[in-house]
Nanobody, 124 residues
Framework: QVQLVESGGGLAQAGGSLRLSCAAS????????MGWFRQVPGKEREFVAA????????HYADSVKGRFTIYGDNAKNTVALQMNSLKPEDTAVYYC?????????????????WGQGTQVTVSS
């Protein structure tokens, strides 16, 4: 059983920064991509960012481009999300995700392993 464990969430002021980290633990794990989704109560989970290990390409939602940066280490199965210039609308539970095969980068269905989530709250 593979588990994804997130850390680094918390409270920040608008314009501030937070860094989320995620590590996979459990059995030997090989993934195609890892990334982050977020969810606000009453809304669907939305894609934030992802990194594909083959070629190292990164992908971002338009709402976070230029503000968030995803980093990853394939050998260690870790991924981090540096969030700068935070806005109140970034407030959400952030989920670390992993895909063992390509089924799409931007959709919930593209990922087969999910973390428990970590709360990020941005005050105005």
């Amino acid at each position: 059983q593979v588990q994804l464990v997130e850390s680094g969430g918390g409270l920040a002021q608008a314009g501030g920064s937070l860094r989320l980290s995620c590590a996979a633990s459990g059995r030997t794990f090989s993934s195609y991509a890892m990334g982050w989704f977020r969810q606000v109560p009453g809304k669907e989970r939305e894609f934030v960012a992802a990194i594909r290990w083959s070629g190292g390409s990164t992908h971002y939602a338009d709402s976070v481009k230029g503000r968030f940066t995803i980093y990853g280490d394939n050998a260690k199965n870790t991924v981090a999300l540096q969030m700068n210039s935070l806005k109140p609308e970034d407030t959400a539970v952030y989920y670390c995700v992993a895909a063992q095969a390509f089924r799409g980068i931007y959709t919930v269905g593209g990922y087969d392993t999910w973390g428990q989530g970590t709360q990020v709250t941005v005050s105005s």
